[in-house]
């Protein structure tokens, strides 16, 4: 059979989907064109369901279709449009407002593309819960350039999509949305993107933060990538968090890559805890001068990589606790408050990294055991305010194991860029109750041998 009826106007009063496509016998449905529908909702749906519901259909298409959902009827409404157990359907160009969940993919299937809707929770007091929710699938979901604002969280990839962390969708893909979490009325976290699939790619992202406690992105699982999004939070707003990485035990999360992504002004730029497996590269985080941000920690993580980052103006460059085979190489940290600090951990090497303008301090190390190598670092202008040990360029406290200190450039210990001058005793490199200590080839001096006041027995 074949029917058609573009641009029809439904105004949908009952208890049911509006536009239900679906096989009598429960077989498979194929080529199912839904276009130019517009449906406007005045009664909530009374089951799990869409207003436009897809089952058990293929190779189909819903575009360029309107679902507006009345204000007051908002509460009780699951989906706009709902796919179950459908494989190669398109949700493509559709505006949908209203309703608490844009588009459900679950019950099963895969190959399924949600791309370029507009898609707005319409929400002034109760936000929506989610904007794009891929639930139980067998395969991957696509989700693409799509507009999403209102909700408490923009994409979710879980099987659950407020529940425990755990995707059977692979490979799925997160590209290219543009979202905005907005001030939330909800108990539930405020997350733009969270992808829970192994080998998952969320990439090219814009996410604006305009909430406190929300996260940017989380990503979880095996093989994940996190690439070029850009993140933003507004100077009003504190707490929230850029990039996610783990943080649940009941998941095994590993292999996962950090690298281009472009954060501002977010209390925690890139978080990882409890992974096994994290490459964190060429991301460019700066802060926006209030309270406490720190722009990549990392703890209790393994096979830990750290390279080529630009970090401005936050509390904390780069921290690790309690990690086993750090490597923090080859990053530019300037006008923070802390550059590098790493306690309680496991064979660290800290190499060619340069440090300007820190004014509470440069490289820490403590509390570590086995061996750590300093080499190869540039600092100038650190400790300018910091007292006691952060008025040091480099510091190994407490250290069991080898301490290797060799080829740095430590300049201007205890002097600020703008001609601060810390009134406290300063040290270059120091290491303090340490197992065994080697420091060679290092090069500690003053641009100006008088600016320090020779009384306060400084130490290179």
Sequence with gaps: MHGESHGAQIRNLSGGAAIDAFADDGGLLSGIHISTIGIQLEGGTEKSEGVITLRNVQHSLVEDCRVLAAGEQR?????????????????????????????????????????????????EQQSGLIGVAVAELTGRARVLNNNITGYVRGVTVNNQPLGAPFSTASHSEVVGNRIALGRMQSDQDAIAIESNCTFGTVSENQITLAAEDCIGIVARGVGSLVERNRIESLEEFEQQIGVLVGEDAEVFSGGITVAQNWIRGCAGGVVADDVAGIRIDSNDISGDGGGVEVAISVSESSLVSIENNTVVTCSAAVFTSQCEDVQISSNQIRDDAAAIACERCVRVDITNNQVSDCSHGGIFLFLCIARGALIGNRLNNVGARGASIFASSIMCLFHLGECHIESNEVLNTGVGRDEVINPQRTVGIGALFVLEARVESNLVSYSDLLTRVRLLEDRA
């Design 75 to 123: 509460g009780g409404i699951n989906a706009a449009v709902a796919l179950f157990g459908c494989e190669g359907v398109r949700v493509m160009h559709c505006r949908l407002a209203g309703t608490s969940i844009g588009v459900l993919l679950d019950n099963g299937g895969e190959d399924l593309l949600v791309e370029g809707n507009d898609i707005d929770a319409q929400a």
